[in-house]
């Protein structure tokens, strides 16, 4: 699986992508909005250390969402990626980045229909909103989670569904059921390197062996 770092804070991006299991960053507009900053400054801080970013445009017109798209993928036309709410607009917008050879990752998509239409229109990567279909009591988050993945699966398509992993335990069953790729925000990262008791317990066994080397390894 790949995971990506949610947030836009320089600080906890410099704590936490240090454990080296994140493949970059994503954001939405809550997490950008939150910082009261230019989203092109923080950006441009954060691509240093990073090899790829994801951006969340504002639904709107066509012309206003290819716009803020443009300004942001510019910040670092190597790393920034564009994140399209699944709109009518953003459909056409993911289709013009695509054309453009920039690999756009679909948002805002509850359904499978609309996951199949935002793939054909050249996304690459897909975040659902399966909790919105849970609300209205078709199908829980994760067996529409599961539906998308076999229509991936079934169509062998090169897309990875992007989504929320809010447990520990979330990690290998996802994984198990073909989820590529899911976004973790910091406070999850955090309890989840406090989950390792049974590591700590084995590597405590070692203790004397280990100080009888270091006396030999220490300068």
């Given amino acids: ?38 989203p092109r400054l923080l950006f441009s801080r954060l691509c240093p250390l990073v090899d790829r970013l994801y951006y969340q445009v504002a639904d709107g017109s066509y012309e206003d969402m290819l716009r803020e798209a443009e300004i942001m993928v510019n910040v670092d036309p190597q790393k920034v990626r564009p994140k399209i709410p699944a709109t009518p607009n953003g459909l056409k917008v993911i289709r013009t980045f695509a054309d453009q050879g920039i690999e756009p990752m679909a948002t805002v998509v509850p359904t499978a229909p609309l996951m199949v239409l935002a793939i054909a229109a050249g996304a690459i990567a897909i975040a659902p909103y399966s909790r919105e279909v849970q609300k209205i009591g078709i199908a829980t988050k994760v067996e529409e989670i599961f539906r998308l993945q076999r229509i ?29 790729s899911g976004f973790i925000f910091p406070k999850e990262v955090r309890a989840f390197m406090q989950q390792h008791p049974m590591v700590e317990s084995s590597c405590r066994a070692y203790d004397i062996d280990n100080a009888f080397l270091q006396t030999f390894l220490t300068p």
């Fill in 152 to 180: 991936i699966d079934a169509q062998h398509l090169a897309v990875d569904i992007c989504t929320g992993i809010y447990e520990f335990a979330d990690i290998s069953y996802y994984a198990e059921h073909g989820i590529a």
């Fill in 1 to 38: 699986m790949k995971f990506w770092l949610a947030t836009a804070n320089l600080e906890e991006a410099e704590e936490l992508l240090p454990y080296g299991f994140f493949a970059g960053i994503i954001t939405n507009p809550t997490v950008v909005a939150k910082e009261q900053e230019d």
